[in-house]
Every structure is written in structure tokens, then in C-alpha cells.
């Protein structure tokens, strides 16, 4: 895992994340989201949350990245990134873990304040798929 960190462009990932938060529709928390993942296939991924009038209605940018991957061919998620307003790193909730896991798996790079992170440490023992066959 220490090679495939070092080798990859966080800084390039950082500013496609920024962009995607540009693009975010806050007008009730004033807290703009934006997220950025990196495909198996090498293609990059966007999501920025939306909310409503109706708090409980909003959409979380992971879930706008999760339909972005599905809309463009699908595939497996190895490197994420999250902004906040300032640009400045975020760490996904707990519900947009597991969304990743789905997406991702235990070995998803997640760039975190506290440096490069695969989700198996963000979400120890998680419950996936896998769980569903047994």
C-alpha cells in the first residue's frame, strides 16, 4: 500500500474535490461538501452535497460521487478525498463510510487529516456484501 500512496497525485485529486464543492447548494448549513475518487479503470469521480428545505431530504456529497460512479460504467473505488468550504481535508461520516465500503472495500485510500488512511481502519469490522451470503 506504501507505493501505491506515494506514487499517486493527492494534491490533483485535492483540487478536483474543490471543484466539485464549488458546485455544492448549501444555503442552509452554509457548510459546501465536495469529494473526489479515484476508478479502478483510471477515471475520476465527483459528488457535492445538495440540500433541501426538508433538512432530512439533503443529499451528502458521497451519495452524488457513489451516483457519478454508477452513471459513468460503474467499478471499484481505490483513492477518496473530501473538502469542506475552505478546501480544507474532511473525514466522511460514518454512513458515508459504509457507502464507501460498498463502493470501495476495506482497501479504499481515504485522505484524511491524519494522513493516508484505507478505510478497514476508518470502518473496523465492517458489514458488507459479503455479510449478506452467509
Known sequence: MTQQVAEFDWEALREVAREAMSHAYAPYSGFPVG??????????????????????????????????????????????TCVDGKGDLLVPCGRCRQLLYEFGGADLLLDTPAGVLPLSEMLPQAFGPENLTK
Open 35 to 80: 469529494v473526489a475518487a479515484r476508478v479502478d479503470d483510471g477515471r475520476t469521480v465527483t459528488g457535492c452535497n445538495v440540500e433541501n428545505a426538508s433538512y432530512g431530504l439533503g443529499l451528502c456529497a458521497e451519495c452524488g460521487l457513489v451516483s457519478d460512479l454508477q452513471r459513468s460504467g460503474g467499478g471499484r473505488l481505490t483513492h477518496f
